[in-house]
């Protein structure tokens, strides 16, 4: 059941920026609400355990690697996140060090939701205007209601939900929003049954024209005593491939990753992420409008400028932070 007390802003989406943007309402004495249709929180911040024979199990990072931080606001997060012990560098590419998550990266969202309301395993079905705010309705019949809304889901499933009320967007802002795009990603997660053969640090990008990124979750800390690899494929073997059974994506990923794995895969998974980067961006850090009491924010909104050299996660951080300021000076 839903917390019946209202808060002052819903967000709908525990990811990475919905968690940041709650936090920030949060700190200044709002009170939020959180909505996240997984079984977990992070959303793309995805990390899965798989049963290993004898030793237990091993651990994946499936959705975001790793991530820098290039710009003075994210660089105070991800300070703050270092002294928390929430984050390490994995490597660094010249100078320049790139983080993940410990013990991985969903742990970066289980830091930022602490002290914060969430609930998960609830999905928002449809929204609805009231005439201060807004109504969500969840997969499970409850409503809650809250004076602000921030959606926080990828764009095209935000654009879902707003269709779902018997209101439409002001046409420029939807024509704007429909523009946004991302690649979509086949993720195969397999424990071996030695050690990979991937080199140090761990992590190889396009190591072959199906594959936009193989990682070892050993040398990489995540999986420290069991072989777990994490094979990524790139967007055309994607787009190609999307509805192929799951053995057989699997044999063609693992067959392209085979110079990379040196051992026999002990059991395997697929998960499938419709939205993984961002592809065409909003071109600003959030949509919304205060009359309408609504915001969205996620790593969507940023200019082509911050695509082109930040990385996503900082892109959806910097995007939660102007929201969070925007909110603020509307509450
Ligand atoms: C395969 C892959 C590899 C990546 N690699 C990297 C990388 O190496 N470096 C990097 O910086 N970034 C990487 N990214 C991107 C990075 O993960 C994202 O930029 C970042 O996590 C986005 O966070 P977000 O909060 O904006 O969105 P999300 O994490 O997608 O959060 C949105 C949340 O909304 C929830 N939601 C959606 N619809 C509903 C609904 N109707 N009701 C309730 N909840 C809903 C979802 O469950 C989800 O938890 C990668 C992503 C993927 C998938």
Redesign the pocket.
Known sequence: MADPSTPDCLV?????????LAKQLQQQGHGVLV????RG??????TRRLPYPQVGEGALD???????AQTQPFQTLVARWMIQGVVTPWFHEGEVPRYRGTPN?RAI?KFLAQGLRVQTQ????GLRRLDKGWQVE??QGDRVSAPFLAL???VP??L??LATGDWTLPVPLQQSLEQVSYHA?I?VLALLSQPSQIPAPGGLRCPHESL??IACNQQKGVSPQVPAVTL?SSPAFSQAHWDLPDPEVTALLLDAASPWLGAPVVSSQV?R?R????HQVYGDLWAGDRDLGLIL????FQTETMAET???????AL??IAAAETLLSWL
């Open positions: 709908i989406g525990a990811g990475l920026s919905g968690l940041i909505l996240d249709k997984g929180l992070g959303g793309r911040l995805a499936y959705g975001a690697q790793y991530f820098q990266n969202a609830t999905q928002v079905t969840t997969a926080t889901a990828p499933q935000a879902q939900l990603c993720a936009a990124w990524h998960h992420w939205y993984s980067l961002p924010a996620g790593d969507g930040l990385s996503p996660m900082e892109g959806a995007s939660a």
